[in-house]
């Protein structure tokens, strides 16, 4: 699903450079669920921008569904990244003028899916979600757990095969946290893979293996469930 080979990314600003990854090698098979953890600055973020294709290593390659992604030109990248990708969010990132119904449709737009199908995909997935009730609502009249129910429902609609997700509890309480994580896993148990960057180990228990990061490394990788 997801391989890198020395993946590094140097940042060099007024006579300044910060290595912010180094020489990451990973595989993440498919069926995956797995959590990168690791103190602030360690480069958890950057580590997930990298592979989800939203920023260029510095060195090192990267096999996205079996592409090599170094030498694609910046069409081919987002065209791979939106086929392939869903992305989670801390804060939710959805478009306040919209409502949630086009919240979700959005993907489908820029993808340029048929108006027949996209009704489909976001009726069956509002229905699954439990969110029919709010598909004419806006994002500010809904609760944090709610506007993250519908940013997965918006990463899923595309029906990538990898799932980014960056602290997606980190703005929620423990109950809609514990409510967001059991979701994740049941996507997983249906075959979706979830690389997923926490500070929470509560967070960290649903998946099978947990990366630790330090200082742009990977130092330790445990296996769980």
Not at 49 to 76: F, I, W
Not at 126 to 144: D, I, K, N, T, V
Not at 188 to 201: A, E, F, P, R
């Amino acid at each position: 699903m997801l391989h890198t080979e020395k993946l590094t990314k140097i940042y060099n600003s007024a006579n300044l450079e910060t290595v912010a990854l180094q020489n990451i090698d990973l595989t993440i098979n498919r069926g995956d669920f797995v959590a990168v953890m690791g103190p602030s600055g360690c480069g958890k973020s950057t580590l997930l921008n990298v592979l989800g294709l939203l920023d260029n290593p510095t060195k090192g390659e990267l096999y996205l569904d079996g592409h090599a992604t170094s030498k694609m030109s910046l069409r081919q990248k987002t065209l791979l990244r939106k086929q392939t990708i869903g992305f989670v969010f801390q804060n939710y990132n959805l478009l306040d003028e919209l409502t949630v119904y086009e919240n979700i449709e959005l993907p489908l737009l820029y993808l340029k899916v048929p108006s027949r199908e996209r009704y489909k995909r976001i009726d069956n997935l509002l229905h699954e979600m439990q969110l029919m009730h709010r598909a004419q609502h806006f994002p500010a009249q809904l609760s944090g757990g709610q506007q993250q129910r519908v940013a997965i429902a918006r990463a899923l609609i595309t029906q990538p095969k990898l799932i980014l997700a960056d602290e997606p509890t980190g703005n929620l309480d423990s109950k809609n946290g514990d409510a967001v994580m059991q979701l994740l896993a049941t996507l997983n148990k249906q075959g979706t893979t979830i690389l997923m960057v926490t500070h929470s180990t509560l967070d960290a228990g649903y998946a099978n293996r947990i990366l630790q990061l330090f200082d742009g490394q990977v130092v330790s990788e445990v296996f769980g469930k």
